[in-house]
Protein backbone atom coordinates (compact mmCIF):
# COMPACT_ATOMS: atom_id res chain seq x y z
CA UNK A 1 0.00 0.00 0.00
CA UNK A 2 1.41 3.13 -0.76
CA UNK A 3 2.17 5.76 2.10
CA UNK A 4 -0.44 9.18 2.28
CA UNK A 5 1.68 12.12 2.28
CA UNK A 6 0.48 15.26 4.22
CA UNK A 7 1.91 17.86 2.11
CA UNK A 8 1.18 20.91 5.19
CA UNK A 9 2.33 18.92 8.15
CA UNK A 10 4.48 20.32 10.73
CA UNK A 11 6.98 18.39 12.20
CA UNK A 12 7.53 17.92 16.51
CA UNK A 13 10.33 18.97 18.30
CA UNK A 14 12.37 15.29 17.73
CA UNK A 15 10.81 15.24 14.56
CA UNK A 16 12.77 18.68 13.36
CA UNK A 17 15.94 17.31 15.63
CA UNK A 18 16.10 14.47 13.73
CA UNK A 19 15.73 16.15 10.13
CA UNK A 20 18.10 18.86 11.07
CA UNK A 21 20.76 15.67 11.43
CA UNK A 22 19.74 14.65 8.41
CA UNK A 23 20.17 17.47 6.78
CA UNK A 24 23.38 18.70 8.56
CA UNK A 25 24.53 15.16 6.99
CA UNK A 26 24.44 16.63 3.39
CA UNK A 27 23.60 13.20 2.35
CA UNK A 28 22.28 10.12 2.78
CA UNK A 29 22.75 8.97 6.59
CA UNK A 30 23.07 5.69 7.91
CA UNK A 31 20.47 4.80 11.33
CA UNK A 32 23.46 4.06 13.16
CA UNK A 33 25.31 7.39 12.45
CA UNK A 34 21.94 9.34 13.01
CA UNK A 35 21.46 8.18 16.41
CA UNK A 36 25.49 9.06 17.39
CA UNK A 37 24.12 12.05 15.85
CA UNK A 38 21.72 12.66 17.77
CA UNK A 39 23.17 11.32 20.88
CA UNK A 40 26.37 13.27 20.58
CA UNK A 41 25.35 16.54 19.00
CA UNK A 42 21.54 16.94 20.24
CA UNK A 43 21.83 14.82 23.55
CA UNK A 44 19.32 12.73 22.81
CA UNK A 45 19.99 8.91 23.51
CA UNK A 46 17.19 7.33 21.39
CA UNK A 47 16.68 3.97 20.84
CA UNK A 48 17.28 2.41 17.37
CA UNK A 49 13.00 1.60 17.51
CA UNK A 50 12.32 5.25 18.53
CA UNK A 51 14.48 6.54 15.60
CA UNK A 52 12.85 4.24 13.25
CA UNK A 53 9.70 4.86 14.32
CA UNK A 54 10.11 8.70 13.91
CA UNK A 55 11.32 7.95 10.54
CA UNK A 56 8.69 6.35 9.41
CA UNK A 57 6.43 9.25 10.89
CA UNK A 58 8.42 11.58 8.86
CA UNK A 59 8.39 9.27 6.10
CA UNK A 60 4.96 9.51 6.54
CA UNK A 61 4.28 13.43 6.10
CA UNK A 62 6.85 13.35 3.04
CA UNK A 63 9.83 14.59 4.91
CA UNK A 64 12.59 11.72 4.33
CA UNK A 65 12.21 7.80 3.61
CA UNK A 66 14.51 4.69 4.61
CA UNK A 67 16.28 1.94 2.60
CA UNK A 68 18.43 -1.02 2.95
CA UNK A 69 21.82 -0.61 0.95
CA UNK A 70 23.28 -4.15 1.86
CA UNK A 71 23.23 -5.12 5.83
CA UNK A 72 22.76 -1.46 6.28
CA UNK A 73 19.29 1.20 6.53
CA UNK A 74 19.47 4.79 5.67
CA UNK A 75 17.67 7.46 5.31
CA UNK A 76 17.55 10.21 2.04
CA UNK A 77 15.65 13.40 2.85
CA UNK A 78 12.76 14.39 0.67
CA UNK A 79 12.70 18.19 1.40
CA UNK A 80 15.25 20.36 1.87
CA UNK A 81 16.28 22.58 4.67
CA UNK A 82 15.82 25.67 3.29
CA UNK A 83 12.44 24.39 2.10
CA UNK A 84 11.43 23.60 5.52
CA UNK A 85 12.36 26.67 6.91
CA UNK A 86 10.85 28.79 4.17
CA UNK A 87 7.65 27.27 5.30
CA UNK A 88 8.32 27.78 8.73
CA UNK A 89 9.14 31.44 8.15
CA UNK A 90 5.59 32.20 6.29
CA UNK A 91 3.31 30.25 8.74
CA UNK A 92 5.15 32.28 11.56
CA UNK A 93 4.82 35.82 9.75
CA UNK A 94 1.29 34.76 9.02
CA UNK A 95 0.12 33.64 12.46
CA UNK A 96 2.18 36.46 14.36
CA UNK A 97 2.37 39.15 11.88
CA UNK A 98 -0.98 38.62 9.77
CA UNK A 99 1.41 38.33 6.84
CA UNK A 100 3.21 41.73 7.27
CA UNK A 101 6.60 41.03 6.37
CA UNK A 102 7.94 44.99 7.62
CA UNK A 103 7.14 43.94 11.13
CA UNK A 104 8.62 40.42 10.86
CA UNK A 105 11.72 42.74 9.90
CA UNK A 106 11.23 45.07 11.90
CA UNK A 107 10.73 42.75 15.20
CA UNK A 108 14.07 41.33 14.27
CA UNK A 109 15.87 44.33 13.85
CA UNK A 110 14.66 45.27 17.56
CA UNK A 111 15.51 42.37 19.01
CA UNK A 112 19.19 41.17 17.90
CA UNK A 113 22.27 42.85 18.02
CA UNK A 114 22.80 43.70 14.41
CA UNK A 115 25.94 44.96 13.39
CA UNK A 116 26.55 48.06 10.79
CA UNK A 117 28.23 45.12 8.43
CA UNK A 118 24.64 43.19 8.42
CA UNK A 119 22.86 45.99 8.17
CA UNK A 120 24.44 47.00 5.14
CA UNK A 121 24.37 43.19 3.89
CA UNK A 122 20.22 43.48 4.63
CA UNK A 123 20.13 47.16 2.60
CA UNK A 124 21.83 45.13 -0.05
CA UNK A 125 19.66 41.97 -0.42
CA UNK A 126 16.80 44.57 -0.41
CA UNK A 127 18.04 46.37 -2.91
CA UNK A 128 18.96 43.32 -5.13
CA UNK A 129 15.12 42.47 -4.71
CA UNK A 130 14.54 45.76 -7.18
CA UNK A 131 16.73 45.18 -9.63
Known amino acids: MKPVYKEDCSLSTCETIIMKAIWDKGEDISIGELAETLRT ?7 RTTIVTFILNLSAKGFARQYRAGKYAYVHALKSEEEYKQKLLKDQTDFWYHGDAVKVVAALCSSANITQKERETIRGILDDLDN
Open 41 to 47: KYNKDYK
